[in-house]
C-alpha cells in the first residue's frame, strides 16, 4: 500500500511541476521557425481597450496614447467604457482628437466591449490592451516590423510588471511573470504562442472570430490566430507595463475569475482545439491544460504524504499535520518573506482550481473590477 501510495505521490509532484519546469526544458531542444522581419513594414493600425472605474489610471493611459500617436501618427485608438461609476467616461471623452469613445448602456463586460471595438476599428492590424496597461513608445512601430511575415496571423507583446516589492503576493506574482514570458518565448520560437495576454497582444483583423460574451476574450481573440493555420508569436521589443496586485484577497479573486472564464473559454473552443496540429496539441496540453489542475494535483499529492506517514506511525502523522498546519497558519499571517510567498503560490495554485471546478459546474464571469491593490 505504502509503495502504491509512494508512486502516486511521485506522479502527482510530476504532474504539479511539468508545465513550468520539465515543459520549458523540452521546448528549448525543440527547432526554431524563422520569422520574416522587416523594419519599414507599416499596416493601419486599430489600438482597443475597455475601462471600468478606471479614473485613477486614465490620466496616464491618455498621456501615453499621446506618446504612441507621436511615433505612429495614423494609430486609431477606439475605447469601451463598461458603464463606469466613477469619471472614467468623463475622462476619456475630453480627448476626442485622440480616441473614439463607446460608452456602453450597461455592466456587458470586457468581451462584449471589445466585440464592439473591434467591429468598428478600421486597421488592418487591431492591438488590444487594458486600461491601465502603458505601452513602451516605439512599440506599435516594433509590431509591425513582424506582420511583414505573411505566416503570422497574430502577436503576443512582453509584459514587464512593477511593484514586485509590494508585498509576497506581488513577488510571486512577478516571478510567475518572468517564468511566463519566458516560456512564451520559447514557445514562439518553435512556432507559436498558445494565446495571448490581455494585456497586450494584436491580430490581423481578418481572423478576428465570433464569440459568446461569456469566454475569455484574449484567449479566444489570440488562438484564433492558431486556428487560421497562422503563428501566434512574442515579440521581446514589443513592450508594455502593468502594476502588479499586492493584496492576497485580490488576486485570489482574479485568479478565480480567469481561471473560470479560461476553463469555459476552453470548453468552448474545443472543437477547434482538436483540428490543431500535433504540435500545437502537445504545448496546449502543457501550457495550459495542466496547469489548470495544479492545485489539485497539490492536494492530493499532499493527502498521499499524510496517508503514507500515518501507515509508517500514526504519532508521526500527527507531528507532520500539525507541522502543515502551523507551516500554512504562519504563512496566511506573514505579509513577507519566503513562507508567505510559497503560502501564495499555494493560495494560486488552489484559487485556479476552484475556477475551473465553478467552469465544470456551469458558472462564469462576464464583468470585472480593477483590484484595488494595484
Known amino acids: 500500500m505504502i509503495i502504491i501510495l509512494l508512486g502516486a505521490l511521485f506522479f502527482f509532484i510530476l504532474f504539479l511541476i511539468y508545465p513550468y519546469v520539465i515543459y520549458p526544458s523540452i521546448l528549448s531542444h525543440m527547432k526554431s521557425v524563422p520569422i520574416a522581419r522587416n523594419e519599414g513594414h507599416r499596416l493601419s493600425v486599430s489600438l482597443v481597450f475597455c475601462a471600468y472605474n478606471e479614473e485613477a489610471q486614465i490620466p496616464e493611459k491618455i498621456k501615453n ?3 504612441l500617436r507621436e511615433r505612429y501618427p495614423d494609430l486609431e485608438v477606439l ?15 475630453e480627448r476626442p482628437d485622440l480616441l473614439r469613445v463607446i460608452a456602453g448602456s450597461g455592466r456587458t463586460g470586457k468581451a462584449h466591449g471589445m466585440k464592439l471595438l473591434a467591429r468598428e476599428a478600421n486597421g488592418e492590424i487591431i492591438v488590444f490592451t487594458d486600461a491601465n496597461v502603458l505601452l513602451e513608445e516605439q512599440a506599435i512601430n516594433n509590431l509591425m516590423a ?16 512593477v511593484g514586485e516589492s509590494a508585498s509576497a503576493t506581488a513577488a510571486v506574482g512577478s516571478a510567475y511573470w518572468r517564468l511566463e514570458e519566458r516560456i512564451k518565448s520559447e514557445e514562439s520560437r518553435t512556432g507559436s504562442v498558445m494565446g495571448g495576454d490581455g494585456s497586450i497582444f494584436s491580430l490581423r483583423r481578418a481572423l478576428y472570430p465570433t464569440f459568446p460574451d ?4 484574449d484567449m479566444t481573440v489570440s488562438m484564433s490566430a492558431v486556428f487560421a493555420g497562422k503563428r501566434l508569436i512574442k515579440a521581446g ?3 508594455a507595463y502593468e502594476r502588479l496586485v499586492a493584496s492576497r484577497r485580490d488576486e485570489v479573486a482574479r485568479k478565480v475569475r480567469i481561471a473560470t472564464r479560461a476553463f469555459h473559454t476552453h470548453l468552448f473552443l474545443r472543437p ?23 492545485g489539485g494535483f497539490f492536494l492530493l499529492g499532499l493527502f498521499c504524504f499524510i496517508l503514507v506517514v500515518f501507515l509508517a506511525s500514526t504519532w508521526l502523522a500527527l507531528v507532520a499535520l500539525l507541522f502543515v498546519t ?5 504563512g496566511w499571517t506573514s505579509k513577507k518573506g519566503k513562507l508567505a510567498s510559497l503560502i501564495d503560490t499555494i493560495i494560486a495554485l488552489l484559487a485556479t482550481q476552484w475556477g475551473v471546478v465553478l467552469a465544470m459546474l456551469g458558472h462564469t464571469r462576464t464583468t470585472w473590477t480593477p483590484a484595488a491593490s494595484r
Open 65 to 67: 496614447i499621446v506618446k
Open 79 to 93: 475605447a469601451y467604457d463598461d458603464n463606469s461609476s466613477d469619471e472614467t467616461l468623463a475622462l476619456l471623452q
Open 146 to 161: 513582424y506582420f511583414a511575415d505573411p505566416e503570422v496571423g497574430g502577436v503576443c507583446g512582453s509584459l514587464q510588471y
Open 214 to 217: 461569456s469566454v475569455l476574450d
Open 237 to 239: 521589443d514589443v513592450i
Open 272 to 294: 477547434q482545439l482538436r483540428r490543431m496540429t500535433a504540435k500545437n496539441k502537445f504545448k496546449y496540453v502543457s501550457h495550459k491544460f495542466l496547469r489548470w489542475f495544479g
Open 326 to 330: 502551523s507551516v500554512a497558519a504562519l
